[in-house]
């Protein structure tokens, strides 16, 4: 079993900035790959990013790739999503999850999540 838990949302102006963490406990936190993923209000979860076990591949969505970054330190056990150049169409709640398996995009691969935190943008 993995727990994680979110932190650092609040609400930010548009072109302002946020940076999420995830802190993990639990199993082997290098074991996982990483990944966060949000969800507006009547929206589906959307896929944001993800990075590898060790850190070494990392993979974005389109409407982030350029402004946010994802990282991790494994000897904090933690993850983490820095949001640049914020937009209000940015604002959902944000989840990390993670997977010991091949990861991807789909939400379906992932089996640990958090409980998400709020980010919002104001326009």
């Known amino acids: 079993q993995v727990q994680l838990v979110e932190s650092g949302g609040g609400l930010v102006q548009a072109g302002g900035s946020l940076r999420l963490s995830c802190a993990a406990s639990?199993?082997?936190?290098?074991?996982?790959?990483m990944a966060w993923f949000r969800q507006a209000p009547g929206k589906d979860r959307e896929f944001v990013a993800v990075i590898s076990w060790g850190g070494g591949s990392t993979y974005y969505a389109d409407s982030v790739k350029g402004r946010f970054t994802i990282a991790r330190d494994n000897a904090k056990n933690t993850a983490y999503l820095q949001m640049n150049s914020l937009k209000p169409e940015d604002t959902a709640v944000y989840y990390c999850?993670?997977?010991?398996?091949?990861?991807?995009?789909?939400?379906?691969?992932?089996?640990?999540w958090g409980q998400g935190t709020q980010v919002t943008v104001s326009s």
């Open positions: 999850a993670a997977t010991d398996n091949t990861f991807g995009p789909r939400a379906s691969t992932y089996d640990y």
């Open positions: 639990g199993r082997t936190f290098s074991s996982y790959a």
